[in-house]
């Protein structure tokens, strides 16, 4: 990937955290959302600290408190099944406001929120700290299948292009005067949707094929080889390792 592909959750900066490399901040994110969510649900306290550390990790990064607010919000469609597991739980209940509460559903809508908000929130400071070149290009450091790494890379490189190619396609049905306003209007936008299909498809081939003939044979060559310090290993590991002994207590308390 091109550098000039940034991401909209990414925050340029100098910090600490974004000198880190960017598989230590993935196995980092990736240990401490496990420890999250292995903690009892009853050790409320707990949930408390791994904010507290999450904001530490912020204000390391240098990363506002509003700007990581305003990005959580991405989770607010995945939260409504859990809203309703109060309603429709079984087992014994609680009379909240003249709203009978299952006590199980209570308890699985704050296991869901707590531990969920804790993860989104560790991910979007990940994103926030890293880009999306070196996001990539820490997953294959990390072993992840590069076929996998491979689509994704392709799909972030390529979803401007998409993007920009419905634009266009846009104004050319505005320039025609064509304009949806109901039901008898999507045959057009089906014919759309099938054209923008073809030519991906047919970019994607042309590019397979420019590739072929650059000598690609399956796997992308790793530009950035640079061996990882002991150091750098401990800083990205401090917040894991905070966590677990919050998890530990939270167990033995």
């Known amino acids: 990937m091109g550098a000039g592909h940034a991401h909209k959750l990414y925050r ?3 910090s600490p955290v974004h000198g880190l490399p960017a598989h230590c901040k993935i196995a980092a994110v990736f240990c401490f959302v496990l420890v999250v969510v292995s903690t ?34 991405i989770e607010v469609p995945f939260v409504a099944f859990a809203v309703l597991m109060p309603f429709v739980a079984e087992g014994p209940r609680v009379h ?16 869901i929120l707590a531990k969920g908000t804790l993860g989104v929130a560790a991910s979007v400071l990940l994103a926030a700290t890293t880009e999306l070149r070196e996001l990539l290009q820490g997953l294959q450091r990390l ?35 064509f304009e949806a306003r109901g039901v008898r209007h999507w045959g057009v936008l089906a014919k759309s949707a099938g054209a923008l299909f073809i030519r991906s498809y047919e970019r994607g081939e042309r590019v397979h094929l420019a590739m072929v003939s650059r000598g690609y044979t399956g ?22 390792l905070a966590a677990l002994a919050v998890c530990l207590l939270g167990w033995t308390l």
């Open 96 to 111: 909240v406001g003249g709203l009978s509460l299952s006590t199980s559903g209570l308890w699985g809508t704050w296991n």
């Open 143 to 177: 072993r992840m299948p590069p076929l996998l790494v491979q689509i994704a890379s392709f799909m972030i490189r390529y979803g401007d292009v998409i993007t920009d190619e419905m634009r266009r396609m846009r104004i050319a049905r505005l320039s025609r005067g």
């Open 40 to 73: 009892p649900r009853e050790a409320l306290w707990a949930f408390g600290l791994y904010a507290a550390l999450l904001a530490l990790a912020a204000a390391a990064a240098r990363v506002p408190a509003r700007f990581l607010l305003t990005r959580l919000l």
């Open 219 to 240: 796997t992308m060559p790793v530009l950035d080889a640079a061996s990882v310090t002991r150091a750098q290993w401990t800083r990205a590991a401090a917040l894991p």
């Open 12 to 14: 340029h900066g100098h």
